[in-house]
């Protein structure tokens, strides 16, 4: 069974129920989520060794927050808690023309405020295949910049693949670094990223209109340990109905999958995670990049059927999809 370590912060989630706006609940229902631990989920359900690192309060929410992750198959060995915040998240749900909104409540975390060794690295990815990280952790504070940094260079010590979802989110960059200053040793350090064509542009701080290939081309080569580049075309024709299609750059041809039809999403959040999950997992599993991109689309494209941030699906119910079966029917 293939190991994987993923680091990040882990938020409490309040969203009034369905589709209704705050100004029309009295009541908000609470889940567990955030990006990286979202992937260790979704790999947990595909039958992986799955394990995730981060800081909790030490307090009721904290140890709520991990029996979540337990619940869902996560390897919780290596949360660690102190601190007293927890951080939040606001969900409204939209539907048709009217988009979600989300807001955040994170600054003061106990993971915001995490020490950069608070983690022995090389005792955590001991054993490890795979180690993977999102650009919204270098994000939250110089700390979690630093950790996931000592992170990344104890992967590359000990031989363990990395790979990076980039996801440059302009809003978070608010401790005096930008992320032109700490992504590029965190990007040099990665195998395989995840990143569109404003991430690759904000990486190598190009004004050029290139095409991602270009980009990913680029990229490999101010960025030499990259090995492959991967994204998703979405294309968002209402808040309900989308359409979703992978592509990777390997180095040597851009492969592309067929394009996915999401007529009615139930829920929008966790779809880059359960992409991430999907292209890690068919890394890991396929013969092939084709393969590997056809798996992560898949699985991309079923997370818009499942409502909570994480894509609790099967290997089988994945590769049903992949391989065309988009009826939906009863299984018995």
């Not at 929410?61 to 390897?75: C, D, E, K, M």
């Not at 003061?108 to 990280?133: C, Q, R, V, Y």
């Not at 990049?289 to 089988?316: P, R, W």
Request: hydrophobic share 40%; with cysteine; glycine share 8%.
């Amino acid at each position: 069974m293939k190991k994987i370590v993923t680091f990040g912060e882990v938020m409490m989630r309040l969203k009034p129920p369905g589709y209704a706006k705050f100004s029309q609940s009295d009541h908000l229902e609470l889940t567990f989520g955030g990006g990286e631990a979202n992937t260790a989920v979704s790999l947990a359900y595909f039958g992986m060794e799955a394990k995730h690192v981060t800081r909790f309060p030490d307090n009721l929410i904290g140890r709520s927050a991990t029996q979540f992750l337990r619940r869902h198959w996560v390897n919780t060995s290596q949360v660690q808690y102190g601190g007293e915040e927890m951080g939040i998240y606001f969900l409204e749900s939209g539907a048709v023309h009217r988009s979600s909104t989300v807001v955040y409540d994170r600054s003061h975390s106990a993971f915001a405020n995490m020490l950069p060794d608070t983690f022995d690295w090389e005792e955590i990815l001991k054993g490890a295949d795979w180690f993977h990280w999102t650009g919204i952790t270098p994000a939250i504070s110089e700390n979690t910049a630093a950790s996931c940094l000592a992170a990344i260079k104890a992967a590359n010590k000990l031989g363990v693949t990395v790979s990076a979802d980039v996801t440059y989110r302009q809003n978070l960059w608010n401790y005096g670094k930008s992320p032109q200053e700490v992504l590029p040793a965190l990007v040099a350090g990665s195998d395989v990223i995840i990143a569109g064509s404003s991430d690759l542009r904000l990486l190598m701080e190009t004004e050029e209109n290139l095409k991602f290939s270009h980009l990913a081309k680029l990229a490999m080569k101010t960025y030499p340990n990259i090995k492959k580049v991967a994204d998703k075309d979405r294309e968002s024709l209402n808040a309900s109905h989308n359409t979703i299609r992978g592509k990777i750059w390997n180095g040597k041809e851009m492969l592309k999958t067929q394009v996915f039809d999401v007529t009615h999403i139930i829920d929008r959040v966790g779809t880059g995670d359960a992409y991430a999950a999907g292209l890690i997992y068919g890394l890991l599993h396929y013969p092939n990049d084709q393969d590997a991109i056809n798996f992560a689309a898949a699985a991309c494209a079923l997370k818009h059927t499942v409502e909570g941030d994480a894509n609790m699906v099967s290997v089988a119910d994945v590769e049903r999809l992949a391989s065309g079966d988009t009826s939906g029917k009863i299984k018995r």
